[in-house]
């Protein structure tokens, strides 16, 4: 028997339906972009729709599958990422919640092609780690669950080339804030570079950091920073 803290669904219901709103009302996503997913036994997920604002949905709206993909109720067309979710809990168990969002500076970062890999501030060291660039591939594709899922297990989230970015985490909840850590991080970096005080923490400051790391229950590479 599995020993994974799997949530209720219907405690997974209600952190997607309130992680949909905070990340619309922050303005990571707009129209009916996005799509966060909860895994709730070894053997389902729920996931949101697809076509509806994410900071407007229901309940009702979630759908629950099975780990092919097969849908197991709900009315709503799952989320056309669901590839990408389900490579991702398969890669990694011991992930519960993935989010996929379009945050706007994070997003500039995938565009141009560039990981958000400079040591800046404390807290991206302790707490997120590197955010690398995982390879263009096309909106739902499997070419895009796989270069995605690349990263799970050694890092805390990704940037979709050209695309957007993906977190997740041990739970709905964690997966949300560090997405707002990859766009606060981001916001950080072009802030840098803008005002010319690209100015970063050195190698043994960096290594007391990871250290730290420990206090918080991360035992992932996340990445070297340069």
């Known amino acids: 028997m599995s020993n994974i ?10 952190d997607i339906i309130e992680a949909g709103r905070r990340l619309y009302l922050r303005g990571l996503i707009c129209g009916s972009e996005g ?28 759908v629950r599958l099975d780990m092919s993909g097969k849908v197991l109720s709900g009315s709503g067309t799952a989320s056309s990422e669901t590839k ?22 994070a997003t500039t970062f995938a565009a141009a092609g560039v990981p958000l890999d400079k040591a800046y501030i404390q807290e991206t060291v ?19 669950a796989r270069s995605a899922s690349d990263y799970c297990q050694d890092y805390h989230g990704v940037l979709l080339e050209q695309h957007g970015a993906l977190t997740w985490g ?43 790391r420990k206090n918080w229950g991360i035992s992932a590479s996340l990445g070297e920073f340069i």
Request: charged share 20%.
């Open 35 to 62: 799509n966060l997913s909860a895994r709730i036994s070894e053997d389902e997920i729920i996931i949101t729709p697809s076509g509806v604002s994410k900071g407007f949905m229901n309940e009702d709206m979630l």
């Open 126 to 144: 302790m707490l997120l780690g590197v955010i690398p660039i995982a390879k263009y591939a096309a909106p739902g594709s499997q070419e895009l």
């Open 5 to 14: 803290p799997y949530p209720s669904e219907s405690q997974a219901r209600i």
């Open 84 to 105: 990408m979710h389900l490579a991702i809990y398969e890669k990694s168990p011991n992930i519960l919640s993935v989010c996929h969002a379009h945050p706007p500076i």
């Open 170 to 212: 041990t739970s709905v909840m964690e997966a949300l804030y560090r997405m707002e850590n990859v766009e606060y991080t981001a916001k950080i970096t072009m802030y840098s570079t803008i005002l010319g005080f690209e100015r970063t923490l050195d190698g043994d400051k960096i290594k007391e950091l990871i250290a730290l």
